[in-house]
């Protein structure tokens, strides 16, 4: 049965009973007319040829004397001899002009007026068919009639395809398969009516015009044959049909004619030819479909995302942009709407990655089917742009939230929506990074859903571009440096570690705050850049303190989650103090308490292999994540370091005291020491001494200071270096 199976999907493939694709079809036939620009240019140049060689063969010798010939004038005598080639130059060149001109693209007034006058013509050849033309044997007579038909159909062809294209701008389809087939018909009953006009010819050896010359003139339906199967290829067994029908009716024409014996030797030769032209054209077919195939794979990965089948964003850019070029009243009063899943990842966390594609799919393409005359495309992740018309947001927003909740079945997501009306003419990748923008403002905020992008959004994202731009050239012309703030001991508040923290002091902004800058790198994963130049800039300090014999205290360093992931940690530790010449006590290593929690192998081990190798890791802003305690337990670090702005009513709320000292007794109790951040009251600080927290941080013992203001303070006295440091 599977045998059986097998040998019916083999025959129709090899017969193409297969439906193409839309593509594949326009694919064939376009390719066919390609053909179609050559053949008609070799039929043209032969007919041509052909007139010529009757002017000088026939014509010129009978100039004088065509009435004792029979010719009613010269002009008869002339087009007697040349009717049927004019017929072919007129038909060869209107296909050859239709064939570059589709091809070409070519569509303006000179094309239109000439394809337009070359159709009537066509058309009106059919009143050059008069009786006393048809002449000769049954055969010569269908055939001439059948010529003279085919061009009219050909020429109403040629015109509706002319005005087609006027109205759509397209060529049509079907008319253009007209046009070919015509064309092949045309140069195939030619070749029936010489082949066999040949034939015929021999068996009249008594007849005085006969010559023994034309007798080849059979290769006349041989070559014309091959002209039309290369010519119609459409589908294999088109092809067989049309080749097994003709050849067996010229071969019923030669077999029946009374004057002459078909010779067996012929016959073979014949079915032969039949058999070979038939493989030939089932080959090239095969080739064309899979080329077609392979064309249509690479238009496909090219436009469409690689996960849900709805566009990509280069499909929509390039859609918006030839829109722009061609009809830009159709989108000057849209919109674009960048949307979000804010918590989309719990779903991939809690159900795995599989159900977390099924719901984009089924989000995306909901999406695409709820805005069916709007571009719709995915740009990455969970992530979805909607170009549409600025009308009705406020229904279309709740749209857009109804297709996220019914597609996300059971699971709470949450759809957040930026969006952007874009100036004329803009670039729409542009114009997407601020829709994308104004929705990443509001990722955190659970009471808004929507957020549109205006002029005071614009002044933060261009600040935000201006970063992103000028980040490497505020590193390497020395706008970005390292402000140091003091770590004292608690008991007697002598200076005993420096935290090095970010400033990046700019030509344009004046000073601007890693609160400006951070967040940016950290979302454009650029963040380990600066937190290299950090690195460079504190061993490069700490090495010239050293040079002037100053007395130098440890200096600790911010980690950003993704430096662990976007950067060699240990690598680039160990590289700078080996270039600087620096001790590894005088550098550690500060990781926040939330990019634990979010545990990532990476940095997990990492951690490990930097406490290994000996650096001091310190756990930034504890208290501030959701799963402090586990972090605790997992790691060992050398300090905890608390903010007093997690604790909030220190003076008012008597359970943070509770709390801190609870945290501080855990610390203690787990081996780690503990330093207090965001220390401003003299109170606060007395607190945290009596309740054993070794050191304390914040405004009260000094702000962050650049370097010329820090060893001022230093040599003035008002910070005491410690004989304790380390
Ligand atoms: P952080 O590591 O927790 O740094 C402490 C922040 O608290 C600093 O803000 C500091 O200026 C501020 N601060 C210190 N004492 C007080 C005080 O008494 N009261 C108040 N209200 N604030 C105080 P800053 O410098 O704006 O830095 C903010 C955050 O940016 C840092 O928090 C750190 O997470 C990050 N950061 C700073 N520099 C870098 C860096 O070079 N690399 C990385 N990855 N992150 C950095
Ligand atoms: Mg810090
Ligand atoms: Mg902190």
Redesign the pocket.
Known sequence: MTALKNVWNFVRDILGFRRNSKYVRKYLNDVNIKSSIYMSFIIFAIEIWMIFRQINKYISPSWDTYESLGFTSRFDLFFSYTSLYFLFIVCSLAMFLFALFYIKHVKNRATFITKLVLGVICVLWIFLLIPEKITGTNINKVTTVLVYVSMPVFGVALIGDTLYQKIKDDNSYILSIVLIVCFSLVCLLFGIKVGYSDFAHIADIANPKFDIKKLKMITCFLTMIVFAACLLIFKPYISVLMLVSIFLLFYYFLDSYDGREFLDGDKINYITFLISLTAITISIYQQRVAEAKKDERLIHDAIYDHLINIHNVNYLSNEIIKTQRTNPNKINSHIYLFTNLANFRTINDQKGFDEGDRVLREIGNRFAISFPNDLVARQSDDHFIIFTKNENLDEKIKTLENTVKRAAGGLFVLLKVGGYIPKPNENPNKAIDKARYACGLIKKTPETNYLEYDDKLDLKFNKRQYIINHLDEAIEKGWIK??Y?PVVWSDNHELCGL?????WIDPVYGFL???DF?PVLEETRL?HK??KA?IECVCNNLKKAIDNDRKVVPVS????RL?FELMDVPKTLNEAIAKYNIDMKYLHV?V?ESALTNSQDKLNTTITDLKEIGYSIWL??FGSGYSSLNVLKDFTFDVV?I???FLSNFDTNEKTKDIIDCIIQLANRLGMNTLT????TKEESEFLTKIGCGRL????FG??YCLEDLEAKINDGSLKISKKIL
């Open positions: 390292a402000f703030q935290e090095a923290l970010a400033r705050s890693p609160a951070i963040i600066l937190d950090i360093i911010n980690f950003s430096d500060e926040t930034d802003d370091k903010d007093m702005k951040e965001g220390v401003e941080q914040g405004y009260l702000k962050p």
